[in-house]
């Protein structure tokens, strides 16, 4: 019988939270590089009516290096609104919050988070990550 290779990874269907049936493959062939990975996010992606003060959550499959994490590689904006980002971390450094307190989202309003450029504690790049959601509207 054929043996399975020593490393795996599932390639996503372009939705980061968005770990479905639909279009999700599975890769069984050796992988050039290793590479970090976001495995969850709060607001899930395309998640509809969110209240104005809720938390801003992703979480990593590794201990994330918390310098590489600035308002250049986790950001959080919605048309010229752009939230001001206070960074904590959980989880051994799995999980970064940006906590926006005093600043609330605007009502009925689609923002959109993008992580790009934040590294794991051993220097793996983490693949960058874009997801959006809409507020309440009132």
């Keep these: 019988t054929d043996t399975l290779p020593d490393i795996y990874y599932i390639i996503l269907d372009g939705y980061a939270n968005d770990y479905d049936d639909d279009n999700a493959t599975c890769d069984t062939g050796e992988s050039e590089g ?17 209240a104005v003060d809720e938390p801003i959550d992703a979480y990593f499959d590794c201990d994330i290096d918390t310098a590489t994490v600035s308002a250049d590689s986790f950001s959080v904006t ?10 904590t971390f959980a989880e051994s450094d799995t999980q970064v919050n940006c906590g926006h307190e005093g600043q609330d989202f605007l009502l009925t309003t689609t923002y959109t988070a993008i992580i790009d450029g934040v590294t794991c504690a051993d220097g ?8 959006s959601w809409s507020t309440i509207d009132e």
């Design 124 to 131: 793996t790049e983490i693949t960058a990550e874009t997801w």
């Design 34 to 50: 290793v590479v970090g990975a976001i495995v969850d996010v709060y607001p899930d992606n395309r998640a509809e009516f969110i």
């Design 78 to 87: 919605a048309d010229g609104d752009t939230i001001d980002c206070t960074y």
